[in-house]
């Protein structure tokens, strides 16, 4: 990696766009005072990142902007940019300097270009291969290059003996920066703010994990208490399934038994039907008693007829013989009297009403209805009845009428004692019928206590069927509360557990509650129901959301604390490697760098003796703690002198020694370019001619910018640009390339 060539647009004096090409091994850089040639150094010193306005000889960034001239506009801004050759790619980015993430993809290119552009405002931009990039990452680059900081890459006018009067401790940085050790401080500063950072992330993790901690213990407790509800939950489950599953059973099994053994509303009915053949038997073993009863009474109503009948006809017949009789005595008077009046025609006609009714008597009789035989009865006597009182007071008309008239009574005697004994065998036939009926009764009653007897049987049927309905109204009422418990437990569990309790059915019964018996399994869902409502808590489904929130955030604190303190860790590991390397390489930078500052010194100072040595100082902080640190010393002898302070050399002798440690410095880590910017100016020809002798030296690692007025830098310069002000009032170069003019006079 070198310098190739740089590029500078409206920087202080050079308005226009210049470019200088540093490919030769020393390129010299003559002109004028006040041409612009320190220009040119405060231009590589601006795009190396130098945010010091003064160490470019300016107080705000505009000052370094192009002004303007007569005949040129002032600029808005001033760039230049740095061609650096990666080529040979011999730049380790790898190891325990290793390059960012932000670097490291450019390290990779062939050409690195890198730009700096300053505005009117003071604020300024850095590119690099035409990318944005920080300041940070400038200052990285430039340490992976090799330049690092500008104290001993570019050396202005007047600064050459800076390293001396510098404190050790400044010196020991010089010294690190020249080793190339910047980016490894830079690594170790930076890890030592992300340590701190780290810590302060694992402070400020512990105090969120504590204010966190008491809160998720809560919330643990919690959801603790919802697990063990959702194991009582499933545990539920399984208890539900065995109870319901047994219940169901036993439910059908009784409600198939209410149904073969019958329902109380169908034995009711058979009780009604029992109800209607009792009331039925009991009526007819009234009507039994009834009928048998008013048989006899009929019957007994009938003889005491027949027998009225009877003595009536006796008493007509008494009648009717006396009649006779008198008649008889009429007709023996009849010579006496002859006044017989009764006339033959009423008595035949009499007679035929009662021939008449007697034959009614029978017909009656003989169809055994004695209903109307009292009336038939009645209108006889009342027919003879009418005769005798019409026809007693009558005369007989004559003998043969009174003949024929007793002949007619003899009939009607002899008819009515006819009757006579025709009612008398009525009545013993009647008497019969009372007999056959009382035997009818008797037989009747048998049969009746035969039917008292089924009443008797059917009425204990009865009390065993209202017995059997009152049992069977238990069960059924028994069966309706035990499927009302059952619907209720099934929706209570539907509360509890969810809908799927509803497939019970579904779900195999837990073989541990095979043998349970019901009323065990039931206190044991009853208890798990009680744990369930022990366990419960409000908002479940909030908290549960929360304490996973909570957790997933001190899950997630607890991974990054543990990455933090494992980046810790490393952090500490790097840090310690670090600072293990930089004192290794510093230990061994120091040595290399003394060694040829010894070398420089012995060439400078004929007989003169020049080495660094490390000292040791305390330092006292802010708090009062005393801190050690390092630091450089020169020890330098000369030859033929006492003197041993290099503020005691003359200023020659301070800008050699100057020279031959930067020089020494630059050696032991070769930079790709260094811009010496007339550090050869308080030097006479003797000692400028060694100052040639150590450029020769140096530019066999490292490209030189050389800015000189001295004739002698001059003879070692391979390229040399001539810098002056032009009529436009702008700096503008005019080269000569040494090695080809050469050529060309050969």
Known sequence: MHLSHITIQGFKSFAKKTTIDVNHQVTGVVGPNGSG??????????????????????????????????????????????????????????????????????????????????????????????????LKDVQELLSFAGIGGSAHTIINQGEADRILLASPKDRKEALEDALGLRVYHMRLNESKRKLERVKNHVREIDLLRQEIKPHLLHLERQVKKIESQEEERKNLHRLLVAYLTKEEYDLTCLDERILEQGSSSTLVLITDSIHKELHVLKEKSHDVQSVSREEKNTLLAEIHALSSRKDQITKTLGRLEAEKSYLEKELSKEEEKKSVTISYDDFNQTHEKTKEGFKQIHSILASQDLSNITTVVNGVSREVESFFTTHTTKKVSNKDHVLATIKTLDQTIQEHEEKEKDLANEIIFVQGKIDQVETNAQARITSRHEEEKKVMLLESKLRELDSTIALRRQEEGELALRKQHFDALIQEGVMIIGRFVLEYKNHTADERYK?????????????????????????????????????????????????????????????????????????????????????????????????????????????????????????????????????????????????????????????????????????????????????QRLAEKSKLLVITHNRETMNHCDMLYGVTIGVDGGSKLLSIDFKQAESMVQ
């Open 515 to 695: 043998d349970t018996p019901k009323h065990d399994l039931m206190r044991a869902i009853e208890r798990s129901k009680l744990r369930i409502e022990e366990a419960s808590v409000p908002n479940r489904d909030e908290i549960l959301e929360e304490f996973k929130t909570t957790k997933e955030r001190d899950e997630y604190l607890t991974k990054e604390l543990a990455d933090i303190k494992e980046s810790e860790e490393k952090l500490l590991a790097l840090i310690a490697e670090l600072e293990s390397s930089l004192k290794e390489r510093f230990s061994s930078g120091v040595n290399g760098v003394s060694k040829v500052f010894s070398e420089f010194f012995g060439e400078v100072f004929i007989g003169g003796k020049g080495k660094l040595a490390l000292v040791h100082l305390t330092k006292v902080d802010e708090e009062g703690n005393e801190i050690m640190e390092t630091g450089i010393d020169i020890d330098v002898s000369l030859p033929n002198k006492k003197v041993k302070e290099i503020s005691m050399f003359s200023g020659g002798e301070r800008a050699l020694v100057s020279i031959a440690l930067l020089f020494a410095m630059s050696a032991i880590t070769p930079p790709p370019f260094m811009v010496l910017d007339e550090t050869d100016a308080p030097l006479d020809e003797s000692n400028a001619r060694k100052y040639g002798v150590m450029l």
């Open 37 to 134: 040639k320190s220009n040119i150094a405060e231009a590589i010193r601006f795009v190396l990142g130098e945010q010091s306005m003064k160490s470019m000889r300016g107080k705000i960034g505009a000052d370094i902007i192009f002004k303007g001239s007569e005949h040129l506009s002032p600029m808005s801004r001033a760039s230049v940019t740095m061609v650096i050759d990666n080529r040979e790619k011999n730049v380790d980015i790898n190891g325990i300097g290793q390059a960012s993430a932000d670097i490291a993809p450019y390290l990779v290119y062939d050409e690195l270009v890198l730009s700096r552009v300053i505005y009117a405002d003071g604020t300024s931009d850095y590119l690099l291969n035409d990318a944005k990039i920080r």
